[in-house]
């Protein structure tokens, strides 16, 4: 079975989850359901309805079906090691534009940190290297769809979270908007934190699994 195969067959029926969750808060927000499930405020964080809290539960899920499959880090400490690595890669460039005296809200800062999100998904992916191929896969699974979503959003000005520019955002078109807001984090931040959060999940998934009988 090929590589490519191994990660459609895994990501599948959570990447299948993880749309309905989309769509269920799209519906929600626009439906104006309670805020604290639907938060429909810029950036939409806390909002118990959302395809974040997915990533651990997945990521785990990810990590124990490879090492049941016989896929293992090579070795757990050093995968933990190089997966904290790559989630400090994020906070010490935001301790740098600090430092710096670059504002936290300028466009600038935006842009540094998803430079620093890319790096941090190639170190991360290097602690486990067919976990870190199968949360990249789902990743792009979970984001592509929820940049669609707000590139629709933004369009017909929903007013869901999809498409609310935060607080002093810039002045700029639709497709600049999307491009800022939508696009370029979804595919570089928020794969990050997938393919970290995700793979520390995994890995400790594994460390467990390699512990089970292999009846279990």
Known sequence: MSQETS??????????????????RLVGELAGWSPALFNREAGGGGALVGIAWLVPVFGAWFGWKLARAGSRPAGTGRAIGITLLA?????????????????QQSLTTLYIFCAAAIAAVFV???AWPALGRTLVGYGLAARIPVVVVMLVAMLANWGTHY??????????????????????????????????????????????????????
């Open 7 to 24: 990660v459609r067959q895994l990501i599948l029926v959570p990447a299948v989850i993880t749309l309905g969750v989309t769509l269920l």
């Open 87 to 103: 989630l400090a890669i994020i906070p010490v460039a935001g301790f740098a534009l600090s430092s710096a005296g670059i504002p």
């Open 124 to 126: 991360a992916a290097r």
């Open 163 to 216: 498409d609310v520019a935060p607080p002093d955002f810039p002045a700029m078109g639709t497709l600049g908007k999307w491009f800022t807001i939508g696009l370029l984090p979804q595919l570089t931040i928020w794969m990050a934190y997938t393919v970290v959060i995700g793979g520390l999940c995994g890995i400790i998934a594994a460390a467990i699994a390699a512990r089970r009988p292999a009846t279990a």
